[in-house]
């Protein structure tokens, strides 16, 4: 079974660029879909976005749409999500998560592998 690993958080200002990246071990990424999750203190997990496993198909949060980027590297076995015009409410862990059906990115469940994640700071 594939792992992951997020990196690429930190300390940011409203309006600024962060490009987190989700490095996968064990089984080659392009057999997965990937899809980026967020965790605020003291809320619930939200959906953020999600690729298909050859990069073609992308879906993402109403929330995110114009600001982020999920884009993949399958030669470099590494996923990632690039996020601009940063808000203070994007402040939050995010995680990555693969799943050998995109189908379940649709559906939000049975998603089969996740990250530790990374924690993502903005600061107004």
């Known amino acids: 079974q594939v792992q992951l690993v997020e990196s690429g958080g930190g300390l940011v200002q409203a309006g600024g660029s962060l490009r987190l990246s989700c490095a996968a071990s064990?089984?080659?990424?392009?057999?997965?879909?990937v899809g980026w999750f967020r965790q605020a203190p003291g809320k619930e997990r939200e959906f953020v976005g999600a690729?298909?496993?050859?990069?073609?198909?992308?879906h993402y949060a109403d929330f995110v749409k114009g600001r982020f980027t999920i884009s993949r590297d399958n030669a470099k076995n590494t996923v990632y999500l690039q996020m601009n015009s940063l808000k203070p409410e994007d402040t939050a862990a995010y995680y990555c998560a693969a799943d050998t059906s995109y189908l379940d990115f649709l559906r939000l469940s049975g998603l089969e592998v996740w990250g530790q994640g990374t924690l993502v700071t903005v600061s107004s």
């Open positions: 690729i298909s496993q050859s990069g073609s198909t992308t």
């Open positions: 064990g089984r080659a990424v392009s057999s997965y879909a």
